[in-house]
C-alpha cells in the first residue's frame, strides 16, 4: 500500500517535528557558514599560497607542506585537550576563542616577512582553524540529532564544499592586487561574520527547551532514547578495535584529501602548465562533485551500512589519485576530481556519525579529540610525502602512486572496524 504522506508533508516534518522549526537546524546552519569561512579563507585556498609564498620568497614545496604538516600536528594533539573543553564547558565558548585566534593569525599573516615569522602564524591560525572549526561543532551537532545525524553532518559540512567552489574568488583576488590584501580581508570576515554566528550555537537541545531530533517524547522515553547512544567512556572506547580501525582508515583518507589540497594547484601548474586561476578553477571542481558527494553520504549514511560506504570511498580516493599520477588530458583531470570530490563528500559526514553510532553522545567529544591523535598523522603525512618527493624527483607521479596505494590499506581498515558491543547490553 503506498504511502500517504506527501513528500512535501515528510520534508515539514523533517524540519518541524513539533509544528515550528527545530532549533537543531539553526546549528547546522551555522555550522555550514563557519565551514564556508574555513574551507574558501585556508584550508581550500592553501595550495594557492603556497604557490604565491613560493614564488615571492622561493621557500620550497617541503618547507612549504612543512607548514601545513605542522598545523595537523596541532590539531591532533590539541584534540584531547579540545574535545575535554568543549564536553565540558560547550562549544560557544571554544568557538568563539578559536575564530578569534583564526582572524587574528590572518591579520599577521598580510604582514609576514620570513619563514619563521610564516611558521608562527601558521601555528596561531591552526589553532584557530581547529578551535573554532570542524569537530567543536560536530560535537553540539552530535548532542542535537540522532535519528537525522548523518544529514545534519553532511548539510553543515556542505558550507566547506561551498567553500571550496569559492576558491577561484581568493585566487582573483592575489592576481587582480596582492596575497597580502586577500589575507588582510579574510581576518576581517572572520572577526566581523564568524565571531557574532556562533553566539546563537547551543550545545545541547535541553538548553533550548528542545529534545532529540526535535521530537517530543516523555521525560523516560527522552533519557533512554539518549542513553542507548550514550553506553561509551573515552576510556571504554579506546579499548576496542573499532576505535582503533576508524582512526586508522581516518586518517589514510586524510592523506589523499590533504595531497590534493595543498598539492593539486602546484601540480596543475607545475606538471600541467595551468595559470593560476585555470588550476583553481579545475581544483574547485572537487568541491562541486564533494557537495554531490555530502547530499548522496548523508541520505545513504542514515539508511545504508556506514562502514562499508566509506570502504567504497577509499577505493575512489585511491583511482583519482592513480588518475592525477598518469594523466594530464583535461578529461582525465575532470575525471579524477569526479572520484575523489565524491569520495571525499561521501565520507566525510559518516567519519562522524559512525563514531557516534559506535560510541555515543556522552563523551563524543573527547573521544573524536583522541582520535585526531592518530588521524593527524594522515592530515600531516599526505603534504609531506608528496612534497619531498616532488622537491626530490621534480615530478608528483610516485607522489600520488604511494597515496594511492595507501587508501587500499584504508579501506581493510573500514572493512573490519565491526561495531562494538553496547555495553548497556554487556
Known amino acids: 500500500m503506498p504511502s500517504s504522506v506527501s513528500p512535501i508533508q515528510s520534508i515539514d516534518k523533517l524540519f518541524r517535528p513539533n509544528g515550528r522549526l527545530f532549533y537543531g537546524w539553526w546549528i547546522v546552519v551555522i555550522a555550514a557558514l563557519i565551514q ?70 590572518f591579520l599577521l599573516l598580510s604582514q609576514t616577512d620570513s619563514l619563521l615569522s610564516y611558521y608562527l602564524i601558521v601555528f596561531v591560525i591552526s589553532v584557530g582553524v581547529s578551535l573554532g572549526g570542524f569537530h567543536t561543532l560536530m560535537v553540539s551537532i552530535v548532542n542535537w540529532f540522532q535519528k537525522h545525524r548523518t544529514k545534519a553532518v553532511a548539510w553543515s559540512q556542505m558550507g566547506y564544499s561551498v567553500g571550496g567552489l569559492c576558491v577561484p574568488v581568493v585566487a582573483w583576488g592575489m592576481e587582480w592586487d596582492d596575497w597580502r590584501t586577500v589575507a588582510m580581508i579574510s581576518g576581517g570576515m572572520i572577526v566581523l561574520f564568524g565571531i557574532p554566528a556562533v553566539q546563537w550555537i547551543r550545545h545541547r537541545p535541553e538548553e533550548k527547551g528542545e529534545q532529540i531530533d526535535g521530537i517530543v517524547q516523555k521525560e523516560e522515553e527522552q533519557n533512554k532514547f539518549r542513553d542507548a547512544g550514550a553506553s561509551f567512556t573515552w576510556q571504554d572506547a579506546v579499548r576496542t578495535p573499532a576505535f582503533w580501525l576508524i582512526s586508522a582508515g581516518h586518517g589514510i583518507a586524510l592523506l589523499s584529501v590533504s595531497s590534493v589540497i595543498v598539492h593539486m594547484v602546484p601540480h596543475l601548474m607545475k606538471g600541467v602548465g595551468l595559470g593560476l586561476t585555470e588550476a583553481s578553477l579545475i581544483f574547485s571542481l572537487v568541491s562541486i562533485f564533494q557537495l554531490i558527494g555530502l547530499g548522496i553520504g548523508g541520505v545513504l549514511g542514515d539508511i545504508f551500512n556506514k562502514r562499508l560506504i566509506a570502504m567504497a570511498c577509499m577505493l575512489f580516493h585511491g583511482s583519482g589519485m592513480l588518475i592525477l599520477a598518469y594523466f594530464e588530458a583535461f578529461p582525465m583531470l575532470i575525471l579524477a576530481c569526479v572520484l575523489h570530490g565524491l569520495a571525499w563528500g561521501t565520507r566525510g559526514p559518516l567519519m562522524v556519525a559512525i563514531r557516534a553510532d559506535y560510541f555515543g553522545a556522552r563523551s563524543f567529544g573527547t573521544i573524536i579529540g583522541i582520535s585526531s591523535l592518530i588521524v593527524m598523522l594522515g592530515m600531516m603525512g599526505g603534504p609531506m610525502i608528496c612534497g619531498v618527493i616532488v622537491d626530490t624527483y621534480g615530478s608528483y607521479e610516485m607522489a600520488f602512486e604511494l597515496v594511492a596505494f595507501l587508501s587500499l590499506a584504508g579501506a581493510l581498515s573500514f572493512f573490519f572496524a565491526k561495531k562494538p558491543q553496547n555495553l548497556n547490553a554487556a
Not at 59 to 68: D, I, N, P
Open 36 to 105: 564556508f569561512i574555513g574551507g574558501v579563507l585556508w584550508m581550500q585556498s592553501y595550495g594557492l599560497y603556497t604557490v604565491v609564498l613560493h614564488d615571492e620568497f622561493s621557500w620550497s614545496m617541503t618547507v612549504l607542506s612543512g607548514a601545513f604538516a605542522l598545523t595537523r600536528v596541532e590539531s591532533g594533539l590539541l584534540g584531547p585537550l579540545q574535545g575535554w573543553l568543549v564536553d565540558r564547558y560547550g562549544p560557544r565558548i571554544i568557538l568563539t576563542v578559536g575564530l578569534a585566534m583564526f582572524g587574528i593569525g
